[in-house]
């Protein structure tokens, strides 16, 4: 239905920058909004960022305090632009989607049908 693959993740050093990127294939038109998540070892996931789809709209956890920037090259492909790493970021980014309008932007992982595998980012002090 909806296939979503992850890029970008590598070891940074604190105050480093990446770019991560989720490329959408399949069903591409149904996707309401693209979200990133996150994990780190011994953590629950949690909510990241999110764009809608047919808009340049976007949201952000309250503890990114402006260092992420979640953009749209097209519909098909969103990236999240990440600066002034810190050690607290590193975890595995999960790109995650739905086809429903309700929803679309939640911070509920137990919300989203789609997922990809998830791109390692590594912080070091």
């Known amino acids: 239905q909806v296939q979503l693959v992850e890029s970008g993740g590598d070891s940074v050093v604190a105050g480093g920058s990446l770019r991560l990127t989720c490329s959408v294939s399949?069903?591409?038109?149904?996707?309401?909004?693209l979200n990133w998540f996150r994990q780190a070892p011994g953590k629950e996931r949690e909510w990241v960022a999110c764009?809608?789809?047919?808009?340049?709209?976007t949201w952000y956890r309250n503890s990114i305090n402006e260092r992420f920037t979640m953009s749209r090259d097209n519909p098909n492909t969103v990236h999240l632009q990440m600066s002034n790493l810190k050690p607290e970021d590193g975890a595995k980014y999960y790109c995650?989607?739905?086809?429903?309008?309700?929803?679309?932007?939640?911070?509920?992982?137990?919300?989203?049908?789609?997922w990809g595998q998830g791109t390692q980012v590594s912080v070091s002090s």
């Open positions: 399949g069903d591409t038109h149904s996707v309401k909004g």
């Open positions: 764009i809608f789809s047919s808009s340049t709209d």
């Open positions: 995650a989607a739905t086809s429903t309008t309700i929803g679309a932007c939640s911070d509920r992982a137990a919300g989203y049908p789609y």
